[in-house]
């Protein structure tokens, strides 16, 4: 059984870099966040981010497009913590205003603690953390 399971992470791993056109990096680990999923996000260039989100069941935790906008923090990072029994979120990172903007590719399946790396071109790499 352990096996099967240890299978099925890896495979969903594989998964969520070949759907999100992300690369997936640093440690893994399959216990889910007791306080929700916790997002930061490092952004190379862009001065506005944008956080957008759904649910599996098609909920959209922070609203319509282009979701909510990200204050950068103290550490340069932008971070959003979402509601505890939010265990399991896709995003999009996005610069969107009225005029247009620039957006990653569909980042799914987060579950824990994770931070995106977003370059100038909108492409990410996502770290899992403990």
């Not at 889910?32 to 916790?38: D, L, R, S």
């Not at 204050?71 to 995003?91: S, T, W």
């Amino acid at each position: 059984m352990k096996k099967i399971y240890l299978l099925m992470m890896l495979l969903s791993t594989m998964l969520l870099s070949i759907t999100t056109g992300c690369t997936n990096s640093g440690k893994k680990t399959a216990e889910e966040n007791a306080n929700g999923v916790v997002v930061k996000i490092s952004v190379v260039t862009w001065d506005r981010v944008n956080l957008y989100a759904w649910l599996d069941d098609g909920r959209r935790p922070l609203g319509n497009w282009p979701g909510e906008s990200l204050e950068k923090g103290e550490d340069g990072m932008y971070e959003y913590h979402f509601a505890p029994e939010i265990k399991r979120v896709n995003v999009v990172v996005n610069n969107f205003t009225e005029e247009g903007g620039s957006q990653t590719q569909d980042v799914t399946g987060l579950t824990g603690t994770v931070t995106l790396h977003v370059d100038e071109s909108g492409h990410c790499t996502v770290e899992k953390m403990e």
